[in-house]
């Protein structure tokens, strides 16, 4: 099975560099590698020519904005039977691209995985890193899951897809995802979209990446309330495109969230849950503002995903 891994990066270029290390120590032969570069400074490009003296990466800098839309470009002209996703400031173990060819080709029916977000040793009082644990050991998950709701499905930082589930659901929702007003959510989105196009998606521990994103304490509240404008305007989407189930999704995610706020206040701890279910509800009235195509349950307009308006390189080594 082909592969083609693709990182994304705005404006962290010792982050890529760290990154890319470990990408080209992973990539089994003839895998391309493609780097999009949202960075306003030539820093993150300086990086990837140093690093193409001796590899082969197909490097395109653009001037669009937001994690889910240098996704979408990464994909483009990629002919390989799996995507692999990595962010910009994680490392990938030596074995992750290998791991992740070796799970598809045992799951036949998923389309979409989420792999094992770790964090390195990190002062808990001074920060957060996000993470994900998707267990120990494999897990093929069916549309059934969406009886509860889509909350927590895995992280986009360790994602990898099947190229003709990508094509079948058009790629990811440009409106949801960091960069956007809608700042979380795009990847739970690809996989609600995605069961109910009949792929399975998955949780595999087995591909790994240390996840470096330390995020200061003070910085953390804005983080998730951003997650759950991100999940509002998911649930918004949908329900808007007729899915009555995404009505449950969003009263379900409001009464857990005004559940715990209450049964903190009354134990005396800080409630940390209206703050969120107030996110929640605004990312759901943000959603009515933003125009959707029911027919695919995108967010309109979607933008055209061919042009590199800054440039496009092919560096090899040269």
Known sequence: MSQAIIVCTRDRPDDLRRCLASVLA????GTPVVVVDQSRADDTEEIVRALSIHENIDYRRTNRTGAAT????????????????????????????????????????VGLGFGRVDAPPF??????????????????LGPEILRRGPIDLGMS?????????????????????????????EETDLAVRLLDLH??????????VLHHGFRRAEAAPKLFRGYWVGAGAMYGKHIRSGDRRAIG?????????????????LTGVRPTGFNAARSLVKGLVMSTRQPVDRTVRMYLPRRE????????????GE
Not at 26 to 29: D, E
Not at 251 to 261: A, D, F, I, K, Q
């Open 70 to 109: 240098a996704r979408n470009d990464g994909a483009v002209g990629v002919d390989e039977d799996l995507l692999l996703f990595v962010d910009d400031d994680c490392e990938v173990d030596p074995d992750w691209a290998a791991a992740w060819a070796a799970f598809f080709e045992c799951n036949p029916s």
């Open 157 to 185: 930082a360790n994602m990898a897809v099947r190229r003709t589930a990508w094509d079948a659901a058009s790629g990811l929702d440009e409106h949801l995802g960091a960069g956007t007003a809608f700042p979380a959510a």
């Open 26 to 29: 992973t990539r089994l032969p």
């Open 249 to 265: 999704w969003a009263v379900r995610g409001l009464w857990t969230l005004s559940t715990e706020t209450v049964r903190k206040a």
């Open 305 to 316: 995903l061919t042009s590199y308006p800054v440039s496009s390189a092919q560096y090899s």
């Open 199 to 208: 792929f399975d998606i998955a949780h595999a521990p087995g591909p790994r």
């Open 123 to 140: 002062d808990a009082a001074a920060g957060i890193i996000p993470t994900f644990e998707p267990g120990p050991a494999d897990r093929v």
